[in-house]
T-cell receptor
Framework: SQQGEEDPQALSIQEGENATMNCSYK?????LQWYRQNSGRGLVHLILIRSNEREKHSGRLRVTLDTSKKSSSLLITASRAADTASYFC??????????FGAGTILRVKS | DGGITQSPKYLFRKEGQNVTLSCEQN?????MYWYRQDPGQGLRLIYY???????????IAEGYSVSREKKESFPLTVTSAQKNPTAFYYAFYLC??????????????FGDGTRLSIL
């Protein structure tokens, strides 16, 4: 079963705007990861946030984690057309296996 | 550059035919994984391996087989037992690896996938 569920399913914005995607999960975790997938390609790891962290930054990416609400958000600031992709959250389930959500499709219009 | 190489990029399979998808990594990772991604969907785990000569079933292992004879290689065979939802169908198969067995704080590294179309 899916552990993480992303919201919204799809998001369309103009270049320069910010994009926010949310992920909810069901069980306790020790970290949450975000991945990007360009069309027809494999997934690329973006950022990992541990359960004792509330916020993490990487370039134009900002990830927050609220363990009390079992939710995370990914913010992409000043979006570019090249950010057009699907974004997935993933949570661990036993050892180093991951469970992926169904993803958010982001389209950035130039 | 280190990475994961999947081949072929596109593959066609007829009903009743077995096909094998290749996955090779030069990252010196212990753990390797196979996922299936149906159109517009997330990833589902087929098989994973944490060490050479050992592998475990994931969530949708029926109709698939794997081997792990070398650390670098984790081929996936789609067997004739694999059921397909429609007459014409395709799925995207993704291979991944991670460095530390049992450590969930390690990211997974992915290949660029094989698109398998069923005729």
């Amino acid at each position: 079963s899916q552990q993480g569920e992303e919201d919204p399913q799809a998001l369309s914005i103009q270049e320069g705007e910010n994009a926010t995607m949310n992920c909810s999960y069901k069980t306790s975790i020790n970290n949450l990861q975000w991945y990007r997938q360009n069309s027809g390609r494999g997934l690329v790891h973006l950022i990992l946030i541990r359960s004792n962290e509330r916020e993490k930054h990487s370039g134009r990416l900002r990830v927050t984690l609220d363990t009390s609400k079992k939710s995370s958000s990914l913010l992409i600031t000043a979006s570019r057309a090249a950010d057009t992709a699907s974004y997935f959250c993933a949570t661990p389930r036993g050892g180093n296996k991951l469970v992926f959500g169904a993803g958010t499709i982001l389209r950035v219009k130039s | 550059d280190g990475g994961i190489t999947q081949s072929p990029k596109y593959l066609f399979r007829k009903e009743g035919q077995n096909v094998t998808l290749s996955c090779e990594q030069n990252l010196n990772h212990d753990a390797m994984y196979w996922y299936r991604q149906d159109p517009g969907q997330g990833l589902r785990l087929i098989y994973y391996s944490q060490i050479v000569n050992d592998f475990q079933k994931g969530d949708i292992a029926e109709g698939y087989s794997v081997s792990r004879e070398k650390k670098e290689s984790f081929p996936l065979t789609v067997t004739s037992a694999q059921k397909n939802p429609t007459a014409f169908y395709y799925a995207f198969y993704l291979c991944a690896s991670s460095s530390s067995v049992g450590d969930s704080n390690q990211p997974q590294h992915f290949g660029d996938g094989t698109r398998l179309s069923i005729l």
